[in-house]
């Protein structure tokens, strides 16, 4: 059976970090591209980061420099640090998989966890 868990959001100034986790089971974790896809108020999901299977990151624009993708194979757990907290980062996050990053859709998908920045 699928699980993706996240954990790790909440409420935090502008300015600050978060972590966010996913924990996975039911697919081969370690060879699948994941991700993480957000969607504020009003707003259609959008891709935040992923990485592939051999480690390789990406990240969209507005992040870049500002958050992090890790994984951790052995415990099947995908990270997302998230710094320099702006308020327009503020959305559900959820972590995906699919087998490419080239994919154009995500296979797998988590229940989310929110992420509210206060200005």
């Known amino acids: 059976q699928v699980q993706l868990m996240e954990s790790g959001g909440g409420s935090v100034q502008a300015g600050g970090s978060l972590r966010l986790s996913c924990a996975v089971s039911?697919?081969?974790?370690?060879?699948?591209?994941m991700g993480w896809v957000r969607q504020g108020p009003g707003n259609e999901r959008e891709g935040v980061a992923a990485i592939n299977g051999d480690g390789t990151a990406s990240y969209a624009d507005p992040v870049k420099g500002r958050f992090t993708i890790s994984k951790d194979n052995a415990e099947k757990t995908l990270f997302l640090r998230m710094s320099s907290l702006k308020p327009e980062d503020s959305a559900m996050y959820y972590c995906?998989?699919?087998?490419?990053?080239?994919?154009?859709?995500?296979?797998?998908w988590g229940q989310g966890t929110q992420a509210t920045v206060a200005s």
């Open positions: 039911g697919f081969g974790f370690s060879r699948y591209c």
């Open positions: 995906a998989g699919k087998r490419r990053c080239i994919d154009d859709f995500y296979t797998y």
